[in-house]
Nanobody
């Protein structure tokens, strides 16, 4: 399984970005795709998750109402739409895959990781 995250960049406060996570290597019908972010010196923190089959979504309190995760099963791509961005959203964002659909915010529960993509929100 390979995951490829993309879409990061530099944006002003209040702006938007859409991250993409492209998955390849097998079918993922009972998996959960999670989005995490990490800043220097900090652990990776759960941001959002979406089940591959049913599309159930889960969000950290800090991003509820601003971030939305969606998926395109035909293309094997999961998206993270980030609106009303704040400087505290600045981080390296990662997508990860967990081999069950049960929601879980612990990074150690995820089996596959993509490379990170940098999101920088300027004030």
């Amino acid at each position: 399984v390979q995951l490829q995250a993309s879409g990061g960049g530099l944006v002003q406060t209040g702006g938007s970005l859409r991250l993409s996570c492209s998955a390849s290597g097998r079918t993922f019908s009972h998996y959960l795709v999670g989005w995490f972010r990490q800043t220097p010196g900090e652990d990776r923190k759960f941001v959002a998750g979406i089940t591959w089959s049913g599309g159930s979504t889960y969000y950290a309190d800090s991003v509820k109402g601003r971030f939305t995760s969606s998926k395109d099963n035909a293309k094997n791509i999961v998206y993270l739409q980030m609106n009303s961005l704040k400087p505290e959203d600045t981080a390296v964002y990662y997508c990860a895959l967990k081999r069950s659909a049960a929601p879980d915010g612990r990074p150690e529960r995820y089996h596959y990781w993509g490379q990170g993509t940098q999101v920088t929100v300027s004030s």
